[in-house]
């Protein structure tokens, strides 16, 4: 037998999985748009829970500015493409492994980039928002569930998008009529409704002008945690124990908090939830 034959490289999942779940993972495909914070690891662990094909998304290369939280990023990687490093990971772990790769999500090539494609996971940069309203509607009309975790301050957040369930705009209260930077705040307040960092600080420290956000590498890879194995229940048809959009989930370690929410919300109006706080710092970044 090849030694690494997925048989043996997958081997310990044995008993949280069955074996004929272990192969059909071999066959399953995930979209993992963005190769930084926590695509990056997103993508990694999916391959290391024997996903056989990943698409990933990418035109950035890593800076230095990159080190405290994408673990693609090393003295040795400073300057090359996020994907290149991240794809030569990928098959570094399992060289059966099929791995599609894309600079950008655009209009032109997003129905391709989803092709065969059984979840989708948003790790896209938070400042992008055209590109991330293109890859939602295209999953949606192709009966994709997206799953977005987010790393904020020690905590995480976790949405999950079903194909027939409210759509993103719905639920983020996003439209054309808004700006950029109108978009991007309303996405921040539906990210985290609750704001469980309150407890400690006043705001995740969102720069608009800088596009940049203060992060903890550990909160990146909670999110990964979080995220990858959702879609790893998605792809084996096991029913998680959280409740799809218009439902949202808020983890804080340092606030030792834990918060369901439940958003109303309806296209052009900011969601409105049992409890909402994240506006005023997002607004004020």
């Not at 030694?3 to 043996?8: A, E, G, H, V």
């Not at 192969?23 to 662990?45: Q, S, W």
């Not at 409704?193 to 800088?210: G, H, N, Q, R, V």
């Not at 229940?233 to 218009?246: R, S, V, Y």
Request: some cysteine; overall charge negative; proline content about 4%.
């Amino acid at each position: 037998m090849d030694q690494f034959d997925r048989n043996i490289l997958f081997s310990r999942m044995i008993g949280l999985v069955s074996q004929p779940e272990l192969d059909a993972l071999a066959g399953k495909r995930v979209a993992v748009p963005g190769c930084g914070g926590t695509g990056f690891t997103y993508a990694e662990c999916l391959a290391r829970m024997g996903v056989g094909g990943i698409n990933i998304a990418d035109a950035d290369t890593f800076g230095p500015e990159n080190m405290n939280r994408q673990f693609g990023c090393t003295v040795d990687t400073i300057g090359l493409k996020k994907s290149q490093v991240l794809s030569e990971r990928l098959k570094a772990i399992n060289p059966a492994i099929d791995v599609q790769v894309v600079d950008f999500l655009t209009e032109d090539n997003v129905d391709e980039y989803l092709e065969g494609v059984d979840v989708v996971c948003d790790t896209l940069d938070f400042f992008v928002a055209t590109p991330r309203r293109l890859l939602y509607k295209a999953a949606r009309a192709k009966g994709i569930t997206v799953i977005i975790c987010c790393p904020v301050a020690f905590g995480v957040t976790a949405h999950v998008f079903e194909h027939d369930g409210i759509t993103f705009e719905s639920f983020f209260g996003i439209n054309d009529a808004q700006s950029e930077t109108e978009q991007l705040v309303r996405f921040g307040q539906g990210l985290t409704p609750s704001s469980l960092f309150k407890a400690y600080t006043e705001s995740p420290s969102l720069d608009f002008e800088a596009k940049s956000v203060a992060s903890l590498s550990a909160s990146c890879l909670m999110a990964t945690s979080f995220g990858s194995m959702l879609a790893l229940m998605k792809l084996l048809n096991i029913e998680p124990g959280l409740k799809p959009a218009p439902y949202s989930y808020e983890f804080d370690l340092r606030a030792g908090a834990f918060k369901e929410n439940l958003t109303e919300a309806s296209a052009g109006e900011a969601g409105a939830t049992e409890s909402s706080g994240y506006a005023a710092s997002v607004g004020s970044a």
